[in-house]
């Protein structure tokens, strides 16, 4: 069966980096987008970045531009989200989800299989 598996979570200071990673089973990796989302405590799951078939398109929510870089390796099944200049507001656990339209999506019901999340807390 599909499984995705994400890593790479923990605790750091605000300003401080982390690298998850998603690593896929039991699908043909490279016709699948991946997304990442997180949920924060009482509050809702949220997007925050897509990764196409194509290690070409990427897609960012505004709060994470120019801080969070998603990326794929098709030899290792793989999709990372590096993550810099993390913020107190990005404390939330990190899932990863994929689906078989192109580019993705940023809503999650678009989205296929899922992972069982990895949790991310930043302190300030």
């Known amino acids: 069966q599909v499984q995705l598996v994400e890593s790479g979570g923990g605790l750091v200071q605000a300003g401080g980096s982390l690298r998850l990673s998603c690593t896929a089973s039991?699908?043909?990796?490279?016709?699948?987008?991946i997304g990442w989302f997180r949920q924060a405590p009482g509050k809702e799951r949220e997007f925050v970045a897509v990764i196409g078939w194509s290690r070409g398109y990427t897609y960012y929510t505004d709060s994470v531009k120019g801080r969070f870089t998603v990326s794929r390796d098709n030899a290792k099944n793989t999709v990372y989200l590096q993550m810099n200049s993390l913020k107190p507001e990005d404390t939330a656990v990190y899932y990863c989800?994929?689906?078989?339209?192109?580019?993705?999506?940023?809503?999650?019901?678009?989205?296929?299989?899922w992972g069982q999340g990895t949790q991310v807390t930043v302190s300030s």
């Open positions: 039991g699908l043909t990796f490279s016709n699948y987008a």
């Open positions: 989800a994929a689906s078989n339209q192109k580019y993705g999506s940023r809503w999650s019901d678009e989205y296929d299989f």
